[in-house]
């Protein structure tokens, strides 16, 4: 018993002293308050909607009934502007008058488009289209006017349609999607997290270099006294500037437990990751170069999150894999427990090959020094 | 200052150069930045409307649709493959075409249609992929719709691609890299060795030594934002205006650099002051990703009036007058930065001197 507080007492020995050295150097700690700052002042300043919705300014006369369900259809994707001339229409496409809304796209059906279609007879239909109009919006506009005149003139679908419940596949997020800010939370968390990947590392490599390690290794600790409070001090320190941002970003939402354990998962991953540059880099900078290369792939899962689609297969071999989809998950859907446990349980199984080889490739460094 | 001897430190900075990782990291980074947007984000980011077709009876909607520009066709060959991709959000909607449809929807049998909405593809690709969809049926049907559209297309702009908008991000990041990374870590690197001690010992000035790492970041950062705009096929038609902006570009990188360099007194330091200030520099290359973000928030950052005539020039090849207002302003900042630069030389000079 005595023994194990004995070994209790030493690691929380090098705990005080690496974090002295870490609290000491007051430019570091007041900069690095200054990039949560940052990180959390971008964080707000991004748009909190998003704008899923085609703006369509119409010029038309006799349609109203026709195009009821159209002008309706707000919440559609489809907001419609009525105009009362085409060249009011034509100005507010070419932005030369304001507008409420941004109009890059107007219909100009002609008086007598009602009564020409009705007699089938083609009308012209003019649809002015702002330069930078993405083809595939344009030509939308065109097959609708296209799809009206079919349905004044009776034209029945030459097709017959399913069950409206069946056509929409997964959860119907119409009218209610993530904004692209709050996606951009757990990348956030993870940015924070790497970079203190790395200043863990850059830790390890001074006392490597400066041998320190074989000085505190004369004394009563043990090299793997020196390892645990290293995987202690790096995970906490990581860990609390996340816990920090998510707070600023407002991110624990109700899954606080979750959320936490997900990056005290994580935080334990980056440390081991520290310990693999620090030991291996023969200098700050060499160190750096390497925290880059772990740093380019593990954050590839975290930019594909903030975009649609699954992941490809390789993506979800790294080993951020697991902790993105699992903040995504909680933070963002509201994820519990049970759907995250497969994603925790795949990051505790990186967690322990990544803190295994760090805590490995540093005992043989500090042994060897 | 004499320009013999700070041409020498210079020239001695570039013959030692490989051995930087920094410097290593400048020389490739076009070749890589180049490989990693154009292979792996240009797919990433492809904002396009994307549909699924599973054809069961070589339908003539398949080959119509496949030929269509702006939407992200994709073949499959199960509905229950298709029904995942479309659950996943890689695909936005699908359309089952079962045999025979075309015929009998010709012969007015009415086959039904089985059109599949991703619940998580936005309102406005819906509309887009289903009316299309609608329009191209008709069209295999055969029925002439009653009227004749006319497309009127006002203003000359185009729509630009992801991988133009990712073009800002690019520049910046070769011109700091050369221009910022290369001097303010070459700096730090010789005080901590306190090879710069040694130096200033000679006749050699500190403005010297200053002088000398701003201009080989300084030529880097030009050539580097160059071959990074070369090789993305993004040069424009306005070469001098383009040099110019570059050159502006560079020297406010350059200026960042000096001030880092100067400020940090190790590598740790300086790398604080990196991961610290550079989101400040950087941000204004999201509002170029994102044109529908307000775009007045990325006018706050320094870099945005030297990203912005780039950008205008490569990309609508825009000319030196119709830049002159943002370089104008981006020199201004380059004259403002000389304060600091200066204030923190006399620093550094007192800070070497005590020793």
Not at chain 2, 58 to 72: C, F, N, P, V, Y
Not at chain 2, 139 to 154: F, M, R
Request: contains cysteine; hydrophobic residues 55%; charged residues 15%.
């Amino acid at each position: 018993m005595n023994a194990l507080i004995s070994r209790i007492a030493i690691v929380g020995s090098i705990i005080k002293k690496d974090l002295t050295e870490f609290v000491r150097d007051r430019l570091w700690i007041l900069l690095s308050a200054l990039g949560l700052v940052f990180y959390v002042g971008i964080f707000w300043l991004l748009p909190s909607t998003v704008d899923e919705t085609i703006t369509v300014g119409i010029r038309q006369t006799g349609l109203d009934i026709a195009l009821q369900e159209m002008i309706e259809a707000e919440d559609e994707g489809l907001k419609v502007v009525l105009f009362e001339s085409s060249e009011r229409l034509k100005a507010a496409v070419a932005g030369e008058i304001e507008t409420q809304k941004e109009i890059q796209i107007g219909i100009d059906f002609p008086d007598d488009f009602l009564s020409k279609t009705l007699r089938q007879e083609k009308a012209i239909v003019r649809v002015y289209v702002a330069s930078g109009v993405p083809k595939e919006i344009s030509r939308a506009m065109s097959s609708l006017v296209r799809e009206i005149a079919h349905m004044i003139s009776g034209d029945d679908l030459p097709f017959t349609e399913p069950d409206e419940q069946t056509v929409v596949l997964g959860e119907d997020r119409m009218g209610n999607h993530v904004p692209f800010r709050d996606k951009m939370r757990p990348m956030l968390v993870f940015f924070i997290l790497m970079v203190e990947t790395f200043a863990l590392a850059s830790l390890i490599a001074s006392e490597i270099q400066a041998k320190t390690v074989t000085a505190v290794l004369v004394t009563p600790a043990r090299t793997g006294d020196v390892l645990a409070a290293k995987t202690i001090l790096g995970t906490l320190l990581a860990f609390a500037q996340s816990v920090v941002l998510l707070l600023a970003v407002a991110a624990l939402g109700e899954n606080v437990l979750l959320v936490l354990c997900i990056v005290l998962l994580a935080a334990l991953m980056v440390a081991g990751i520290a310990m693999i540059t620090g030991s291996s880099g023969k200098d700050f900078l060499s160190t750096l170069i390497y925290g880059m290369i772990f740093m380019v792939l593990l954050v590839i899962p975290a930019f594909a999150a903030l975009f649609p689609g699954m992941a490809s297969p390789w993506v979800k071999i790294l080993p951020s894999y697991g902790i993105v989809e699992a903040m995504v998950g909680a933070t963002i859907y509201g994820k519990g427990w049970g759907e995250s446990t497969p994603y925790l349980a795949l990051i505790a199984v990186w967690d322990s090959i990544i803190l295994g080889s760090g805590l490995l490739v540093l005992k043989k460094k500090a042994e060897a020094l | 200052m004499s320009i013999f001897r700070t041409s020498r430190i210079m020239l001695k900075d570039l013959r030692i150069g490989p051995r930087s990782p920094i410097f290593l990291w400048a020389l490739i980074y076009p070749v890589i930045i180049t490989l990693v947007m154009q292979v792996v984000f240009g797919s990433l980011f492809e904002p396009k409307p994307r549909l699924g077709i599973v054809d069961q009876g070589r339908s003539e909607i398949t080959a119509l649709m496949s030929q269509l520009e702006g939407i992200d066709f994709t073949l499959l060959h199960s509905v229950s493959q298709l029904k995942q991709r479309v659950e996943g959000n890689d695909l936005d909607a699908g359309l089952v075409l079962k045999y025979g449809f075309d015929t009998a929807m010709r012969s007015g049998r009415k086959p039904l249609l089985e059109f599949y909405i991703g619940g998580q593809s936005l309102a406005s690709n819906r509309i887009i992929l289903a009316v299309t969809t609608l329009d191209i049926v008709r069209q295999v049907e055969g029925k002439a719709p009653p009227v004749e559209v006319e497309i009127n297309t006002l203003g000359d702009a185009e729509a630009l691609s992801i991988l133009t908008r990712l073009l800002p991000m690019m520049i910046l990041f070769a011109l700091f890299i050369a221009g910022l990374f290369v001097p303010a870590f070459g700096l730090v690197e010789e005080r901590e060795k306190k090879t710069l001690a040694a130096v200033l010992v000679t006749p050699v000035k500190l403005s010297e030594v200053l002088a000398a790492k701003a201009a080989l970041g300084f030529i880097l950062a030009v050539l580097i934002a160059y071959v990074t705009l070369l090789l993305n096929g993004a040069l424009g038609s306005q070469p001098a205006a383009l040099l110019i902006a570059l050159v502006v570009a560079a020297l406010m990188s350059v200026e960042f650099g000096l001030i880092y360099g100067t400020v940090a007194k190790d590598i740790k330091t300086l790398f604080t002051l990196i991961k610290t200030l550079n989101i400040f520099l950087l941000a204004p290359v999201i509002f170029y990703i994102f044109p529908n973000w307000p775009q007045w928030i990325a006018k706050i950052f320094p870099t945005y009036w030297v990203l912005n005539p780039i950008f205008e020039i490569v990309t609508k090849n825009a000319s030196l007058v119709a830049v002159g207002l943002d370089l104008a302003i981006a020199i201004g900042i380059c004259g403002l930065l000389i304060i600091p630069v200066l204030a923190l030389k006399r620093r550094m000079q007192a800070i070497i001197s005590v020793g």
